[in-house]
């Protein structure tokens, strides 16, 4: 079982940057995929970037150019670095890690992130 500890959300300006970070822990999981989702107040959960074991990236098109994710495999870390925050961003981010891409994965508890006009 694995567990998933989320730090580094908070209360930024629009312009502004945040790193998130998770760090999965426990026994007998994989990380061959590390995403990261968020969801807005009455909207569905929706994947930001997904990092995957042999280095491909993936990002969703809002936040293309603007959010970075990277890993640490050694670590079983992930982040997402967060640039040119808009109040759109504004959402509850959470981490995934997962075997594979259609998994389901686990999940950890999210981070709020809210950026203010």
């Known amino acids: 079982q694995v567990q998933l500890m989320e730090s580094g959300g908070g209360f930024v300006q629009a312009g502004g940057s945040l790193r998130l970070s998770c760090v999965a822990s426990?026994?007998?999981?994989?990380?061959?995929?590390m995403r990261w989702y968020r969801q807005a107040p009455g909207k569905q959960r929706e994947l930001v970037a997904s990092?995957?074991?042999?280095?491909?990236?993936t990002y969703a098109d809002s936040v293309k150019g603007r959010f970075r994710i990277s890993r640490d495999n050694a670590q079983k870390a992930v982040y997402l670095q967060m640039n040119s925050l808009k109040p759109e961003d504004t959402a509850v981010y959470y981490c995934?890690?997962?075997?594979?891409?259609?998994?389901?994965?686990?999940w950890g508890q999210g981070t709020q992130v809210t950026v203010s006009s």
């Open positions: 426990g026994s007998n999981f994989s990380t061959n995929v």
């Open positions: 995934n890690v997962a075997p594979r891409q259609d998994h389901f994965g686990s």
């Open positions: 990092a995957f074991s042999g280095g491909y990236r």
